[in-house]
Every structure is written in structure tokens, then in C-alpha cells.
């Protein structure tokens, strides 16, 4: 019992220090007292009122919340009246800027009709760009080697106007083609003398041929006098205008397989494209050598060619 009180936790300098331990014993039991007097009532009751404390600060903070939202909305109210003067006094300027310089325009066939050529086959054709990423529909005949394996070398050819003669300025390759529906992809992968390729493609954007009816008119871009002598006299691009005469179907390929023409179709112009009042590219002239209808202006219909090749290929008008 002596060593226990010798030990150094109980070892006091003062009975000041004895006297304020005391004090601090006599509280903790004092609390623990109190503690074990509390009944289930008096929990209860504490309970009681936390969540009444608890249900003022939600009612408080519901019939608050109007007038924040009051606030909110002048402020809103505030810009709305202000942005009509803005977008009005800006707009055209903002507009008429961007058109011009960055936005591209797909409605434009004249940059976007190409023509392509086979200098080793030693014939020529039309083709569309339709793609920002190069890809270029044509005639698969417009690019058929013939078994020479001459299309291993195919150039396409752009305008800069009408008055002009087109000029090489890309080397493509055949990505896919379907002999029975005579049309091919390409893909431009090089310029013609050498320099970087650009990334982005000015494109032509795909329509939807189930649209057109008889009578409506079309307008045919292409290549007709299109010969191979050399790069410095291949013919220049032309327009032709036409109106929907007729549809015809072909044997396991579709009942709307043609669309007709009125009006004749160069075998210059096979690959090139057909577009609607919208500029929207709803078919590819076709030269056909089979019975009487090479007679006609016949047109492949663009729904049908994207039931037989990937739609990564084509852009989409919106």
C-alpha cells in the first residue's frame, strides 16, 4: 500500500494540486450522476427538441427561397431585355466575317467537282468531293483499269472558275468500288507537286433522293468535254439542266434504281453530280451503254449508293 502511494502520478508538490484534483473527481462523478438519474422520458424529450430546432431551420429556409429566386429572376429579366439590342447592332458584322473566312460553304459544286484522270489509262472523267476527310464518289467505270492495272495512278484535276481550264492538284486511290452499281470511293492522299496536304476538305453534303418527284429539276455539274491529250487542254467544267421524266428499276437491285432525265448526259459527265433546288447532291450522272437506255440522262439516286457503301464516307446535309 506505501509503494502505491509512492508512485509518481500521485506524487503532489502542493495540497493546492491535491485540492483542485479533488475538484476535478468531484465534477466527472457529479456528471456521471446526473447521467444515470436520466430517464427515457428525458431522452425523449431532448429529441423532441432537436428536431423541432431542425423543422424551424427548413421552414425558415422554404419561405426564404422565393424571394432568392425573385432576385434570380430580375437579373434574368434584366439580360434578356438587354442581349435583343446586342445580337441586333452585332450580328451582321460577326456574321458576314466568319462566312467569309472560316465557314465552309458546301453548297458551292463549282470547287467541289473534280475531274479525274487516269493519264496511263489514257481517259478521264467527274467526281464529287464528299468528305472533309477526301473522299471522292465517282463512276466506277470513270476509274476501271481494264486489267493493266493502269489506276494505280489517278489525278484529280479542280477549278478555280468556269473560264479557266482545271488544273492537277491532288493524287487519289481507289478505297471501294461496286462494279454493279458503277460507282467508286476514292481518297485523296497526296497533292500533285508535292506540297503538304491540307487536313480539311472543302466537301459537297449529301441529300436525300427519296424527295424528288416527276417534273422537278435538277442540275447536272461535271466534266462533258473531257478528253486526255494532256493536263493543258482536258475541257471545262459545265452545267446542265434537266427535268425528272421518269424511274427506273433494275433487277435485283431496286425498284427505283434510275432516275431519267429529259435531257442527255455526256459520258464526259459520268461521276459527276446532281443536285436539287437546295444544293443538296441527290445523284450521280451515269453513262449506260445497255439497250435503249443509252438514249437517256440517267442518274444512280444517292439512297441507293448508301445502301451499298459505308456512310463514313459521306457527309449529311442538315
Known amino acids: 500500500m506505501d509503494e502505491f502511494f509512492d508512485d509518481d502520478f500521485l506524487d503532489f508538490e502542493s495540497e493546492d494540486d491535491f485540492e483542485e484534483f479533488n475538484q476535478s473527481e ?46 434570380e429572376n430580375n437579373t434574368l429579366t434584366t439580360s434578356t431585355t438587354v442581349a435583343p439590342t446586342i445580337s441586333t447592332t452585332v450580328a451582321p458584322t460577326t456574321s458576314t466575317t466568319v462566312t467569309d473566312k472560316n465557314v465552309t460553304n458546301t453548297l458551292d459544286p463549282l470547287a467541289l467537282t473534280v475531274m479525274v484522270a487516269l493519264p496511263e489509262c489514257g481517259y478521264m472523267g467527274s467526281g464529287t468531293i464528299i468528305s472533309k476527310l477526301g473522299f471522292i464518289m465517282t463512276n466506277e467505270h470513270v476509274v476501271a483499269d481494264d486489267g493493266t492495272f493502269c489506276n494505280d495512278y489517278i489525278v484529280i484535276l479542280t477549278s478555280e472558275s468556269g473560264d479557266k481550264d482545271p488544273e492537277p492538284k491532288y493524287l487519289a486511290e481507289i478505297v471501294e468500288s461496286n462494279v454493279a452499281l458503277d460507282i467508286a470511293i476514292l481518297e485523296i492522299t497526296a497533292t500533285f507537286d508535292g506540297s503538304p496536304l491540307q487536313k480539311s476538305f472543302r466537301n459537297r453534303c449529301i441529300g436525300d433522293s427519296e424527295t424528288i418527284s416527276l417534273g ?31 424511274f427506273d428499276g433494275e433487277s435485283g437491285m431496286s425498284e427505283k ?9 455526256s459520258s464526259g459527265n459520268s461521276g459527276g453530280g446532281a443536285y436539287n433546288e437546295q444544293g443538296q447532291l441527290v445523284g450521280v450522272p451515269t453513262a449506260v451503254f445497255e439497250g435503249n437506255l ?19 464516307y459521306f457527309e449529311f446535309c442538315k
Open 216 to 246: 422537278d429539276e435538277l442540275l447536272i455539274w461535271g466534266y462533258p468535254d473531257v478528253r486526255w491529250v494532256n493536263f493543258d487542254s482536258p475541257g471545262r467544267i459545265d452545267i446542265s439542266q434537266g427535268f425528272v421524266s421518269g
Open 294 to 312: 443509252s438514249s437517256r440522262g440517267l442518274l444512280r439516286p444517292i439512297n441507293l449508293i448508301l445502301k451499298y457503301f459505308d456512310s463514313f
Open 257 to 265: 434504281a434510275w432516275i431519267s432525265l429529259s435531257s442527255t448526259i
Open 26 to 71: 468531484s465534477l466527472i462523478s457529479r456528471f456521471n450522476l446526473f447521467v444515470d438519474s436520466l430517464s427515457t422520458k428525458h431522452y425523449l424529450a431532448f429529441a423532441g427538441v432537436v428536431v423541432l430546432l431542425i423543422t424551424g431551420y427548413f421552414i425558415n429556409y422554404r419561405f426564404s427561397a422565393p424571394q432568392n429566386e425573385v432576385a
